[in-house]
């Protein structure tokens, strides 16, 4: 078959659909907790049926008020926040917050937030107990700061991932998803820890801890002084994130971090991202993930590729590459 008959039969028959541990998803683009809230206040100006899967805003088991303000920067590429999980607590979420979403056609995932292993076991119990059709599973979200521990956070120690990990792999039989921090040295043995224990994929990544200073007054914008930096500035952070967990697990990846356009997009595909979140660029446009959806058919098309298949971990680095190491 020559290119051109590659490429003009691909244009009809290109198809998104991906899985996950064994939940098929019509298209990888996903939404990233915290940047889409439960759905409705999106629901205006996005085709919310057309996303692959929404990931909820991380839910605790009280809830949550959140940081002082001011809790949101600006900044050249993307944005610093110390939100503070704000969110409306495990009752509200099963009774308001899912069956508002299940009227959508398309999958949930639940985050979850906690500050201890019995916490993240309570949350994933009483969702599971109430979870609606479309709820396919749950992302741990390990960035939180594990009080009884002296604030440092889950993500942080390996020990404490593992600990999580193997608490709630009992529980569900739905995704079971680790979202993991990029502020460590490396990733991989938090990959290889998620595996281990059961988790049937990995997030990747959560914001990078990051701080502005407002030169008048001497003082940091943020009330909590560092905040997490997301947007176009942290995706070359997450891409290497990517590539090294991807060589550390055989886990599915789901890349996340500065996605603004389907190339943004292809990048963690190529490096072998089988879906990935749109965060802060919903706050520019709340449809974006549908945007992004259509320039990759378009892009697929373009490259003569038919399935995600094609393009799905195709990196090539050579070994020359590599030695250079600089
Ligand atoms: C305002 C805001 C709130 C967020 N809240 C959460 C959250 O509750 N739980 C979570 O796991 N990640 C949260 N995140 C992180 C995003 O889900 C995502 O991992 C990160 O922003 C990187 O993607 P992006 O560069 O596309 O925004 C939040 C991000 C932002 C900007």
Same mark, same amino acid.
């Given at each position: 078959?020559?290119?051109?008959?590659?490429?003009?039969?691909?244009?009809?028959?290109?198809?998104?659909?991906?899985?996950?541990?064994?939940?098929?998803?019509?298209?990888?683009?996903?939404?990233?907790?915290?940047?889409?809230?439960?759905?409705?206040?999106?629901?205006?100006?996005?085709?919310?049926?057309?996303?692959?899967?929404?990931?909820?805003?991380?839910?605790?088991?009280?809830?949550?008020?959140?940081?002082?303000?001011?809790?949101?920067?600006?900044?050249?590429?993307? =944005?610093? @926040?110390?939100?503070?999980?704000?969110?409306?607590?495990?009752?509200?979420?099963?009774?308001?917050?899912?069956?508002?979403?299940?009227?959508?056609? /398309?999958? !949930?995932?639940?985050?979850?937030?906690?500050?201890? #292993?019995?916490?993240?076991?309570?949350?994933?119990?009483? !969702?599971?107990?109430?979870?609606?059709?479309?709820?396919?599973?749950?992302? !741990? @979200?390990?960035?939180?700061?594990?009080?009884?521990?002296?604030?440092?956070?889950?993500?942080?120690?390996?020990?404490?991932?593992?600990?999580?990990?193997?608490?709630?792999?009992? $529980?569900?039989?739905?995704? $079971?998803?680790?979202?993991? /921090?990029?502020?460590?040295?490396?990733?991989?043995?938090?990959?290889?820890?998620?595996?281990?224990?059961?988790?049937?994929?990995?997030?990747?990544? @959560?914001? #990078?801890?990051? =701080?502005?200073?407002?030169?008048?007054?001497?003082?940091?914008?943020?009330?909590?002084?560092?905040?997490?930096?997301?947007?176009?500035? !942290?995706?070359?952070?997450?891409?290497?994130? #990517?590539?090294?967990?991807?060589?550390?697990?055989?886990?599915?990846?789901?890349?996340?971090?500065?996605?603004?356009?389907?190339?943004?997009?292809?990048?963690?595909?190529? #490096?072998?991202?089988?879906?990935?979140?749109?965060?802060?660029?919903?706050?520019?446009?709340?449809?974006?993930?549908?945007?992004?959806?259509?320039?990759? /058919?378009?892009?697929?098309?373009?490259?003569?590729?038919?399935?995600?298949?094609?393009?799905?971990?195709?990196?090539?680095?050579?070994?020359?590459?590599?030695?250079?190491?600089?």
């Amino acid at each position: 078959m020559s290119v051109n008959e590659k490429s003009s039969k691909s244009a009809t028959t290109v198809n998104l659909g991906i899985e996950i541990a064994g939940v098929r998803f019509a298209n990888p683009i996903f939404v990233a907790s915290g940047t889409f809230g439960y759905g409705s206040e999106a629901a205006r100006f996005c085709d919310i049926s057309g996303i692959g899967a929404i990931v909820t805003k991380s839910v605790s088991w009280n809830p949550r008020p959140g940081n002082f303000p001011r809790r949101i920067v600006e900044t050249p590429s993307g =944005m610093l @926040n110390s939100i503070g999980l704000a969110n409306v607590g495990v009752d509200a979420f099963v009774t308001e917050k899912l069956p508002y979403l299940a009227e959508f056609d /398309t999958k !949930i995932i639940a985050n979850i937030a906690a500050s201890s #292993v019995g916490e993240y076991c309570s949350v994933l119990e009483k !969702i599971e107990a109430n979870a609606t059709g479309n709820l396919v599973g749950y992302e !741990i @979200n390990v960035s939180c700061p594990n009080v009884k521990d002296g604030g440092l956070s889950f993500g942080t120690n390996v020990g404490m991932v593992e600990e999580v990990v193997r608490a709630l792999r009992p $529980l569900t039989k739905k995704l $079971l998803a680790i979202k993991l /921090t990029p502020n460590v040295t490396s990733v991989a043995p938090f990959a290889q820890a998620c595996e281990d224990c059961g988790a049937d994929a990995i997030s990747l990544i @959560n914001t #990078v801890v990051g =701080m502005s200073v407002d030169i008048r007054t001497k003082r940091p914008r943020l009330s909590t002084v560092t905040g997490g930096l997301s947007g176009p500035a !942290i995706r070359p952070i997450a891409i290497a994130k #990517v590539y090294e967990a991807r060589k550390a697990t055989k886990l599915p990846i789901i890349g996340i971090g500065g996605i603004a356009t389907a190339s943004d997009a292809m990048e963690f595909f190529i #490096v072998g991202a089988s879906a990935v979140q749109i965060g802060t660029m919903n706050f520019v446009h709340p449809d974006a993930s549908i945007r992004v959806r259509d320039e990759l /058919t378009q892009l697929l098309t373009s490259q003569g590729c038919s399935s995600m298949k094609d393009v799905i971990g195709t990196l090539e680095v050579s070994g020359e590459m590599r030695s250079l190491g600089w």
